[in-house]
């Protein structure tokens, strides 16, 4: 063993490397070489403290192994505010496109029943870094909103109900109808109240549901109600009728995040709302943004095939 030798390994000088053992043994408190003889050996517990030395090597080098596919992609985590229902956006198609571009990148989804009042201030202090907010009734100043989809409200009822084949249906004509509400501070209930309210009409709801479009459809096929929602939820159940009610009004749905200094929305065509190297927050936004504004506006509802009343099946 020589100590000449290995300083010209590591490219130092001999009097360096001697004097880094050295330290190395006294902070040990032991003799990794035994200098005693013409010839240096290393000592029984030198070789095992090299044992070791190497065990930690090579585990440094799998760590620095193990980051590899992460150098020069995008990761992290958001934290994103789903809705019950998206409105026109297909969110799973959005968020399976996102992950294609970025899949270092995991994505939270937190639901909230009232969506907008508590994913808006879950926006504010940080906890939520996008979220989905249907007909929010502020528009923080320090919070983006942007406009993704808004589509009109429809009477949905049972086959059998004196409306269910009309084409439209007056407003004041539900005056005395039970109506399905959802809780007062949900953002679907607030449209229907406003609606109501500026038609001079105080709506009859005998009966406040979940927000759960599954069981508001349900409580209508017993007859404890008719209900008024968004026209891309009438997909969902063939059995009951929607109904467009004049005059139209619609639901809106935002994509709200925190403010950007200089930032202007783009239009849904630009190739990017961010700079070239986005963080996680602002590469979701763009996308949801790009993707769900390109899937359209609004949705207007259309006669099922063979249907000459214009009822729109709940389908």
Sequence with gaps: ???????????????????SVGKLEKELGVELFDRSRQQIKITPAGALFVEHARRVIHAARLAKDSI?????????????????????????????????????????????????????SAIADGSLDLALVSAPDRFPANIEMRLLAEEPMLFVCRA???LAQRDKVEIAELAEENLLGFPSDVGLRRVVDNAF?????????????????????????????????????????????????????????????????????PAPSSPSCYSPKPDTTSALSETVWRLGAAQGPSMMPRPASGDTNGSVPFR
């Excluded at 994103?80 to 998206?86: A, E, M, V, Y």
């Design 197 to 265: 309210s500026a038609a001079g009409i105080t709506p009859r709801t005998p009966y406040e549901v979940p927000v759960d479009f599954h069981v508001a459809a349900a409580m209508a096929r017993h007859g404890l109600g008719s209900i008024l929602v968004p026209a891309s939820e009438t997909g969902r159940f063939p059995d009951l009728n929607a109904v467009p009610v004049v005059p139209p009004w619609t639901t809106q749905s935002f994509l709200p995040g925190p403010r950007m200094n200089g930032w202007d929305p």
């Design 160 to 162: 059998d109900h004196d």
């Design 1 to 19: 063993m020589n100590f000449s030798r290995a300083a010209q390994r590591v490219h130092v000088v001999q009097s360096a490397l001697s004097t």
């Design 68 to 120: 590899s596919d992460y150098r020069g992609q995008l990761s992290g985590i958001v934290e994103f505010g789903s809705l019950i229902s998206s409105s026109t956006l297909d969110l799973p198609k959005i968020l399976g496109e996102f992950h294609r571009d970025y899949p270092l990148v995991q994505i939270r989804l937190r639901n909230c029943p009232p969506g907008r009042a508590a994913h808006l």
